[in-house]
């Protein structure tokens, strides 16, 4: 349409265009026959102009005849009558080149133009016309003399010169005979023979007077003319050309008609065509011809020049004006044209792109469209898929769950030893792996439907590492592994109160434990953690692949989602209690080549050389790595050194420690210490002790103790695996513990005899001299003076790995002056009854220090039979150890060290107790050992009761006895019930049916308490709320009861109870001031966890 | 009858009412909550169950008549029920009261009457099923036998 209206606007312009353009030319046409009429305008005008001059002969031969009134004239006469009036006329008129007197008698006088001086030409002498013959006149003579051209009187010289012979030319005749004059075309008197125009007029009969003009002053009047390219051709009509400006061309007259000739070189002549000179209305014809290619306009006219009749032809080229308007306009046609065929071709190609991409978009809009219908039909499939999925794994697990269940059952009942037996535990086993199966194809399922979130509890992440890194060691023993907890620089027990997600933590590491486990066929997996401040850059990559692009796509977008992901980035990143976790899982199994790297944490992806026959459906690792995502963190596959077997993941998790906790559980320590030893020994009086004790020498610090000598404490290990010994010995050299190593049992004896022959040396040195040889000891005591105050102010950026153990590990002096060694042996690393008598060989060789002996055996292979083994052989203060050695077993026997707090022989079967129940039961309560200061007075009974209880690890049945709990719930079943099930607990339940009763009761005994005097004592040691009651609902009650007890400066525990299970309920509670939130039906396991808690917080 | 036979019927009767899913291991908690201080208290605890219930059914059917259905009523109510139902272990109601609350919170009252049904039907079912097993315990108590306990662990 464009394209038509485009075309229809050159068809509208070029009509307009061409009558523009012939108006133009119709005028320039006007204009050049305007200008043509002009100048035969022009031309008459000049003859018009010469026209009085025609009758100035006939005027002068009227004076003259006037003056000579009829007398005959003779010579003198002539002289004095004529030539004055001659010269009076010569000096008059213009363009005069001669004038003369002309008796019939032959007597003549006459003035004319010559050699630029006026001379004069007589002949004084006449003859008798009538008689005389014509060849008489030749001998009259003729005189030339100058003329004064002022006065007009002859001077000098008269010149004789042939007579002129006038009375017989054709002029004097004629004008002799016409009484109006006569006009001729001649040549002149003087010596250049010029052409004069001869005006002629008679006197009396006797003579003539004639005036000649000189032609070619008078032509230069016509070729004056500004003829605009135009020539001129002037000619009298008798033939003779007065003008011919036209080259090569010759015109010759015949009657009206001029032919017009062409002169060849040669000569030869060639009749071009004619010009007609008739005038025809005003003006003249116009013919073209052809002169050598050019066109030329003729025009043809008569002119009658000082009365001499005569033709003028004027030519113009016909290439004038109008040929070059002509010539233009062609050519701008012809670019007109050019331009018009151009656009059209070029809107033609336009339009045939145009439709062309137009064609193509609609393709592509209608592939998008199909696409676009094909992505949403698959992820409705996808969706569907995963919805089908999630149920049906739900009901998978369901019956699983009944089969394990029913499998249990039958285990039961069972005849031990049966083929029945050993098939259901093989069932058993199947049922297990399948639900661990499902649940990890349930987890993914989560994970992608964006539905797993985190749940943010307490805990001790130490305690996390060591029982999944003892879950595992079993697996690994088997197959001969050694699954090693590598405590590294302490940092991540210095922080071990974190609050995150233990559950999905645990799953990451048991993920990549198992991992480890499972392909790995020798050697050992090593697990250890270290602590870091988050930096930017971490946080950043942990959001995703590409985070900085994110990050400026969420600065541009603002888009919900990221948004809300950054802010929680933010969140994590702002709070100042986050910290880096960093996990390596080292390995030294098969490992995973590095172009697999990435792929592994993709979904189903397995390394098929190495996973070949191993089972797994590949999707562990993608989980972990959703997981740790999910914990702002990433994880990637460390690079090994080559030559280095297996494979090492690295993963960092954000978790925000507890700072109050774990200060708190450091003070509680710090008591503990103080409690369990003696007061140390080392109170220094210098001004800045720890600077100076660093800087000056060590005499200084003999000088200034007064105690008696510092003695240090000797570890020698001999553990069967490298890791394992690596890991402790550098564990222990970082506490500053000197530490000998054994790295087989061959080597037991030496490495004993030369601390033997050490000790027993330094022993007779001291006697005498300061302990200059135990660094250790220096440093001790300077550490010991650090941690008294200046340690916690020590920035983090600061603290390398010894200060984080120094932290955990107070360092306190002991009063004893005999040196102590340990001895850790691995059961397994030679012979039990030779190591056991190297090892009382040793002890009997030690004069003044003090050994105790520490036996780590496989939990596996219980070869440790004591009772077989002679007493004098085994000492019953040592420790056996029967769990892995590291963790919390390996902190404990570091404190049996006397700077770590640990005493000698009078306590030790404590310690043995206390060790044992850490090795057999894998502690799930951190704080059972350690005493609980903090936990409130009335706890006091139940605090202990509980850690009997579980020391004991009895079924006493009775845990909450004494304690006085409320129950408030509107249900009388409900009630009822958890009525029944707290006296089972052995506590005293007292009861109300709605939240107002129970704010009552406990504002009853709170003041009932105060008139006793006893205000700290609560009315009710727990209290169980029910959340949704009439009259007062429990979220209320509680807040009111929080108002109300805060006069009374105490906090009664309040366990919310609600048959909701979901988050949002356990968010309000907790929101309402309650302790805990609890569902029901009430659990007696969890009623006796949430106390715990309640108790341990 | 013997008494021993009799206690092994009781306990095959106990199994399938746990096979059929009719009660969960809540039930068993109960049991163990009764010794000689309180030698009824399951009877006592079920039978309040069974006062409770009623009570409840009867309400939310009354509601559920009216012209223009109180949702969050019956919902409170419904609430009430699966707490019940769940302290004794009678999973089924409890289930039904699972479903039910989401046709309450969708407003749908055909959905809701028809749960109701079945909640009856379940509440009924499980009525007979736990007087039958009293019953038999009775007979075994007068019989001169004492009650076997379950072990059941899922």
């Known amino acids: 349409m464009q394209a038509f209206a485009v075309m229809l606007l050159p068809t509208a312009l070029i009509p307009c265009w061409y009558s523009m353009i012939s108006r133009v030319e119709r005028q320039v046409n006007l204009n050049s026959q305007d200008f043509h009429s002009k ?79 006026t001379l004069a030409v007589y002949s004084n002498s006449s003859y008798n016309s009538r008689s005389s013959a014509p060849n008489v006149k030749k001998n009259l003579s003729c005189y030339i003399q100058h003329v004064n051209h002022e006065t007009g009187e002859l001077y000098g010289n008269s010149i004789e010169c042939p007579s002129l012979n006038l009375v017989s030319k054709r002029w004097f005749q004629e004008a002799l005979n016409s009484p109006n004059g006569y006009a001729s075309l001649e040549t002149g008197w003087n010596n250049s023979q010029d052409l004069i125009l001869l005006s002629s007029a008679r006197i009396n009969g006797e003579g003539v007077i004639s005036l000649g003009f000189s032609a070619q002053l008078l032509t230069t009047r016509f070729t004056s003319i500004d003829r605009q390219g135009g020539s001129l051709y002037l000619a009298t009509k008798d033939g003779k050309v007065l003008i011919e400006e036209l080259k090569n061309t010759h015109m010759v ?348 944490f993709e979904n189903y992806v397995q390394v098929k050389e190495t996973a070949l026959g191993q089972g797994g459906t590949g999707l562990g690792l993608g989980i972990v790595q959703s997981l740790v995502r999910l914990m702002h963190g990433d994880i990637s596959i460390v690079d090994k050194e080559i030559g280095e077997k297996g494979t090492c993941f690295r993963f960092n998790v954000i ?52 105690s008696p000598k510092v003695t240090t404490s000797h570890v020698v290990l001999l553990i069967q695996n490298n890791e394992r010994r690596r890991t402790s010995q550098r564990f222990m050299e970082n506490l500053s513990i000197k530490v000998s190593v054994a790295k087989q049992w061959e080597h037991l004896p030496s490495t004993l005899q030369k601390i033997k022959h050490k000790e027993n040396h330094s022993c007779h040195n001291s006697l005498g001299k300061s302990d200059l040889s135990s660094p250790s000891g220096y440093l001790s005591s300077s550490a010991s003076n650090n941690s008294s105050g200046v340690e916690k102010d020590v920035p983090l950026s600061s603290m390398d790995g010894s200060n984080y153990m120094l932290s955990v590990f107070k360092r306190t002096t002991p009063k004893f002056a005999s040196s102590f060694i340990l001895i850790v042996i691995d059961a397994c690393a030679g012979p039990f009854l030779e190591l056991c008598r190297i090892v009382a060989e040793f002890k009997k060789g030690l004069h003044n220090a003090t050994c105790k002996v520490v036996w780590l055996e496989k939990p596996t292979m219980r070869n440790i039979n004591f009772k077989h083994i002679e007493e004098d052989l085994v000492d019953p203060n040592d420790v056996v150890i029967s769990k892995p050695f590291h963790g919390s077993r390996l902190y404990q026997v570091v404190r049996l060290l006397p700077e770590f707090g640990g005493t000698l022989q009078g306590n030790s079967s404590k310690l043995k107790e206390e060790i044992k129940f850490q090795a057999e039961k894998v502690p799930k309560d951190p704080s059972s050992s350690r005493s609980k200061p903090r936990s409130p007075p009335s706890n006091g009974i139940l605090t202990k009761e509980q850690e009997i209880q579980e020391i004991g690890n009895s079924n006493d049945e009775k845990p909450l006895s004494g304690k006085k709990l409320l129950v408030a719930d509107d249900n009388v079943l409900l009630r009822k019930l958890t009525v029944a099930g707290l006296l089972k607990l052995g506590a005293i339940a007292e009861t109300c049916v709605n939240g107002q009763e129970a704010l009552d009761l406990v504002c009853k005994g709170l003041s009932d308490q105060r008139k006793l005097g006893a205000s700290n004592i609560l009315p009710y040691d727990y209290v169980l709320m029910d959340c949704e009651m009439p009259m007062m609902n429990g979220y209320e009650a509680t807040k009111q009861i929080r108002k109300m007890e805060k006069s009374y400066g105490v906090h009664i525990p309040i366990i919310a109870l609600t048959a909701h299970t979901s988050g949002g309920e356990a968010k309000v509670a907790i929101e309402a001031g309650m302790d805990v939130h609890l569902g029901k039906p009430l659990k007696k396991e969890h009623l006796l966890e949430a106390i715990r808690y309640i108790d341990t917080k | ?125 499980v009525k007979n099923k736990l007087e039958a097993l009293f019953r038999l315990e009775q007979q075994i108590v007068a019989a001169g036998g004492s009650v076997p306990m379950m072990e059941l662990s899922f």
């Open chain 2, 1 to 125: 009858m013997e008494v021993g036979q009799m206690q092994r019927r009781l306990i095959e009767y106990t199994k399938s009412l746990f096979m059929e899913g009719i009660l969960d291991d809540q039930f068993l908690q109960l049991q163990q909550l009764q010794d000689e201080s309180n030698p009824d208290f399951v009877v006592e605890v079920v039978s309040l169950f069974f006062q409770d219930a009623e009570k409840l059914l009867n309400d939310i059917t009354r509601a559920l008549d009216q012209q223009s259905v109180d949702f969050t009523k019956v919902d409170a109510h419904v609430h009430q029920l699966k707490g019940s139902s769940a302290s004794v272990g009678a999973q089924r109601v409890k289930n039904g009261c699972i479903a039910f609350r989401n046709f309450c919170e969708e407003q749908n009252v055909d959905g809701s009457l028809r749960c109701l049904q079945q909640i009856k039907q379940e509440y009924y079912h």
């Open chain 1, 39 to 117: 100048l035969h305008y022009e031309i008459e005008n000049t003859e018009k102009f010469l026209h009085p001059i025609n009758s100035s002969a006939t005027n002068l031969a009227g004076v003259l005849k006037l003056s000579l009134n009829g007398t005959k004239l003779s010579f003198s006469m002539i002289e004095t009558k004529v030539a004055p009036l001659l010269f009076q006329a010569w000096s008059t008129i213009p363009y005069l080149s001669q004038i003369s007197y002309t008796g019939l008698e032959g007597l003549f006088f006459s003035y004319y133009t010559g050699q630029n001086q």
């Open chain 1, 655 to 706: 978790l925000s420690t507890c700072d109050n906790v774990s200060c708190n559980n450091t003070k509680a320590e710090d008591l503990e210490m103080v409690d369990g030893s003696h007061i140390p020994e080392l109170t220094l009086s210098t001004p800045s002790p720890g600077l100076w004790l660093r800087t000056s020498s060590s005499k200084l610090t003999v000088h200034s103790t007064p």
């Open chain 1, 253 to 600: 007259l015949a009657g009206n008609m001029v032919s017009v000739q062409l002169m060849k070189p040669n000569g030869e002549k060639k009749v071009l065509g004619n010009v007609s000179c008739i005038i025809k209305d005003g003006s003249p014809r116009a013919s073209t011809l052809n002169i050598q290619g050019t066109e030329y306009m003729f025009y043809c006219s008569s002119l009658d020049i000082v009365g001499v009749q005569s033709v003028y032809v004027l030519a113009f080229p016909q290439k004038g004006l109008v040929s070059l308007v002509r010539k233009n306009w062609i050519v701008a046609l012809a670019l007109l044209i050019v331009i018009i065929t151009s656009m059209v071709v070029s809107i033609l190609s336009f339009a045939y792109i145009f439709v062309r991409a137009a064609k193509r978009e609609m393709h592509l809009c209608a592939a998008l469209i199909k696409q676009m219908e094909a992505t949403q039909q698959a992820e409705r499939k996808s969706m569907n898929k995963s919805l089908a999925f999630a149920s049906a794994s739900h009901d998978v697990r369901a019956s699983l769950a009944g089969l394990t269940g029913l499998i249990e059952m039958c285990y039961e009942e069972a005849n031990p030893g049966s083929e029945l037996e050993t098939n259901l535990r093989q069932m058993d086993t199947c049922a297990k792996d399948l639900l661990g199966l499902l649940n990890s194809i349930l987890d993914t399922s989560k994970i992608e439907a964006g539905k797993m979130q985190l749940e943010e509890e307490e805990f001790d992440l130490a305690q996390l590492l060591e029982d999944v890194v003892d879950l595992y060691h079993p697996v690994g023993i088997k197959k001969g592994v050694d699954v090693v907890l590598d405590p590294y620089d302490g940092s991540a027990i210095k922080f071990s109160q974190v609050k995150g997600d233990r559950g999905k933590l645990k799953q990451i590491l048991c993920n990549l434990l198992s991992n480890a486990v499972k392909f790995t066929c020798e050697g050992h997996v090593t697990v250890r953690t270290w602590v870091r401040k988050p930096s930017l850059q971490n946080s950043i990559i942990a959001s995703s692949h590409n985070g900085l692009m994110k990050y400026l796509q969420c600065l541009f977008h603002k888009s919900n989602e990221a948004y809300n992901d950054l802010e929680a980035m933010n969140a994590a990143q702002q709070d100042p209690n986050a910290m880096e976790f960093v996990f390596e899982v080292d390995d030294t199994g098969n490992g995973i080549p590095k172009e697999k790297h990435i792929s592994v």
